[in-house]
């Protein structure tokens, strides 16, 4: 069973940093292109970011450039991304999702980051 | 960017009907067009992708149509467990992006 576990959110303060993680099991991860999707709370949803099988590729959406960095450890089945300079606009539920022919397959039950002072 | 816009933004059906949304396209993204459905407090789930192939364990009530700037997600014979919301997204070209949702709620 293809399972993706999403953990690390939590409250933090504006211009703070967090690292969310995404583990893995029931897929061979080291084929698998990774992405993170989130979702504010009430809206709809958002691709942030896209990291290549190797890692050798990544990408960004423009709300997140320069503040975001995708990355992956292909030993330990897992995604991570790093979020700085945080900002109230970040507050959402961040799901990891795996993709293969571009679209995104599986997804994690999310988890949550509110941005607040 | 190739933005999306999905129509309606929200419509309300009964058990049995027909539904039709819509996701149109700022630019051609060829086929490579998906829909996804979402449940409150759930993850999206993959419906349809490429426009119009199946996602294995999806009911064959769910079609998708279109080609080049103009999609559709069909559902015949609407069931109770499909009121949820509906996205379209592509993956023609980075960033990805996705519609803004269709509601669909019971009438």
């Known amino acids: 069973e293809v399972q993706l576990v999403e953990s690390g959110g939590g409250l933090v303060q504006p211009g703070g940093s967090l690292r969310l993680s995404c583990a893995v099991s029931?897929?061979?991860?080291?084929?698998?292109?990774m992405n993170w999707v989130r979702q504010a709370p009430g809206k709809g949803l958002e691709w942030i970011s896209y990291?290549?099988?190797?890692?050798?590729?990544?990408h960004y959406a423009d709300s997140v450039k320069g503040r975001f960095t995708i990355s992956r450890d292909n030993a330990k089945n897992s995604l991570y991304l790093q979020m700085n300079s945080l900002r109230d606009e970040d507050t959402a539920v961040y799901y990891c999702?795996?993709?293969?022919?571009?679209?995104?397959?599986?997804w994690g039950q999310g988890t949550l980051v509110t941005v607040s002072s | 960017d190739s933005q999306m816009t999905q129509s309606p933004s929200s419509l309300s059906a009964s058990v049995g009907d027909r539904v039709t949304i819509t996701c149109r396209a700022s630019?051609?993204?060829?086929?490579?067009l998906n829909w996804y459905q979402q449940k409150p407090g759930k993850a999206p789930n993959l419906l349809i992708y490429?426009?119009?192939s199946l996602q294995s364990g999806v009911p064959s009530r769910f079609s998708g149509s279109g080609s080049g700037t103009d999609f559709t997600l069909t559902i015949n014979s609407l069931q109770p467990e499909d009121f949820a919301t509906y996205y379209c997204?592509?993956?023609?070209?980075?960033?990805?992006?996705f519609g803004q949702g269709t509601k669909v709620e019971i009438k």
């Open positions: 999702a795996n993709s293969g022919d571009y679209r995104l397959d599986h």
């Open positions: 029931g897929f061979t991860f080291n084929k698998f292109n």
């Open positions: 990291i290549s099988s190797s890692a050798t590729t990544a």
């Open positions: 630019q051609s993204i060829r086929n490579y």
């Open positions: 490429a426009v119009s």
């Open positions: 997204q592509q993956s023609s070209s980075m960033p990805w992006t």
